[in-house]
């Protein structure tokens, strides 16, 4: 069924950044590399901190690990700009997919989860030493921020196989 374009996907389509997508064959290609690279250090990063909190590797300080979370946050920002890029090229491929729709709920889960945890039990797990167990409530957190982020990592893939059941 097509619906015509609404306003809003009309003005994104109207960008300079959306014209400049189209126009570029070579850009998709690279922002998706970019795009691969920021989520596998974001979870290469967080993923790493929030196993250790779940009790992995206790002989490292989660202080240490912790020290490499700023990488995994400066590849979540690489990942919002390439994701604008391709939203802009292609905005009905994403506005009408449930796979993006639920990438943005565990992106959301994974943002409030981070408050939570920052406001809540860091202060207990930072200041931790080798071989100590964190707090459940810590824990807890950890495996809420490995499963957003995995299920955004899938979702992100299932993009491609659940296309919107119509295209303008």
């Not at 250090?41 to 790493?48: C, D, I, K, M, P």
């Not at 590849?75 to 491929?93: C, E, K, R, Y």
Request: aromatic share 14%; with cysteine.
């Amino acid at each position: 069924m097509d619906i015509g374009i609404l306003p809003w996907e009309a003005w994104v389509r109207s960008t300079a950044l959306s014209h400049f997508v189209l126009q570029h064959k070579w850009l998709w290609p690279t922002m998706e590399t970019l795009h691969y690279f920021g989520l596998s250090l974001l979870l290469g990063t967080v993923g790493l901190f929030d196993l250790r909190v779940l009790g992995m590797a206790k002989a490292i300080p989660p202080s240490t690990l912790h020290r490499l979370v700023p990488l995994g946050v400066g590849a979540w920002l690489l990942n919002l700009a390439t994701g604008i890029v391709f939203f802009s090229g292609f905005p009905d491929q994403y506005a009408y997919n449930h796979a993006f729709h639920f990438k943005l709920v565990f992106m959301a889960v994974a943002a409030v989860n981070v408050a939570l945890f920052y406001s809540g039990p860091f202060a207990q797990v930072r200041a931790m030493g080798a071989g100590e167990d964190a707090p459940s409530r810590a824990k807890v957190m950890a495996g809420v921020s490995l499963t957003a982020w995995i299920s955004v990592l899938v979702c992100g893939r299932l993009l491609t196989f659940f296309r919107p059941p119509f295209f303008h």
